[in-house]
């Protein structure tokens, strides 16, 4: 790992970021707006390429409301045929060159039926139904514990915070439990029905393999869903990624908003 972060100081004359985000499909617009530093993932040793369309894949360094900022413009995920321990890899990176909270935003699709394209959703909790774990394998010690405790992933002191945030600036902000399945599939109704049953109120494909690592290395999470779509087609509408990305455009107002008011106050 120390190669990757050798060559991201360099490149970046030394940033020293405190606080990393990880953006998900169609909100990568905030890296765009707040942008010091630039360094493609093709670039950095170690790192996989993104493949999936809104995702620019790029690491991305500013300094944004008084903090120094690392903000990944796309992941990589499970289902494009990375192992676990490479698509949580920048995770450990953003460890490294110091970071102490990570910010985790998606794009999911409602399972929890009060929930409507475009809304925001704090993640209270997570559901790991992706059939791996990115700590299997032998454990590094000088990262974190072997069997790290999860009781509380997302901190709720973050998730207080991002409430309060919310409310001052007239957001109506759900929370709920994020449920993950590998993809790249959508789900039958079936399996909504069931995900519902269980006590998922958003699904999607990333995000919670990132909460376990930051979780294991010791980082403060936050995790902010944009909902996108009805989560399965049993209303009979086909579901597509060009739909997902249309209803993130939708919300991206708001969620720069909410995530510039969140690191204001952090």
């Avoid at 060559?7 to 905030?30: D, H, K, V």
Wanted: hydrophobic content about 40%; proline content about 4%; glycine content about 8%.
């Amino acid at each position: 790992m120390q190669i990757t972060v050798d060559f991201i100081r360099e490149r970046t004359n030394n940033f020293q970021p405190e606080i990393g985000i990880i953006l998900g499909s169609g909100l990568g617009e905030l890296a765009d707006e707040y942008c010091d530093y630039a360094i493609p993932y093709t670039e950095i040793p170690n790192f996989v390429k993104s493949t999936v369309q809104g995702h620019k894949g790029r690491l991305v360094f500013a300094d944004i409301n008084g903090k120094k900022v690392i903000m990944m413009q796309g992941r990589n995920h499970f289902y494009e045929g990375h192992s676990m321990q490479e698509i949580t890899y920048p995770v450990k990176v953003m460890k490294a060159l110091g970071v102490k909270t990570l910010i985790l935003t998606n794009a999911a699709g409602a399972v929890n039926e009060s929930f409507k394209p475009a809304d925001l959703m704090i993640i209270t909790d997570h559901i790991n139904f992706t059939g791996s774990n990115p700590l299997i394998g032998e454990n590094d010690e000088t990262l974190g514990e072997r069997f790290p405790d999860m009781s509380e992933v997302y901190k709720k002191n973050l998730i207080e915070l991002a409430q309060k945030c919310a409310c001052e600036l007239n957001i109506d902000i759900k929370k709920g439990v994020y449920w993950a399945n590998s993809g790249p599939s959508y789900e039958t109704p079936a399996e909504i029905n069931m995900i519902r049953k269980l006590g998922g109120d958003a699904v999607g494909m990333s995000t919670v393999p990132e909460a376990i690592v930051a979780n294991y290395c010791g980082l403060n999470v936050l995790g902010i869903s944009c909902i996108t779509n009805a989560a399965s087609s049993s209303s009979g509408a086909k579901l597509s990624h060009e739909e997902v990305i249309e209803a993130a455009a939708n919300a991206k107002t708001k969620f720069k908003s909410l995530i510039l008011e969140i690191l204001r106050k952090i």
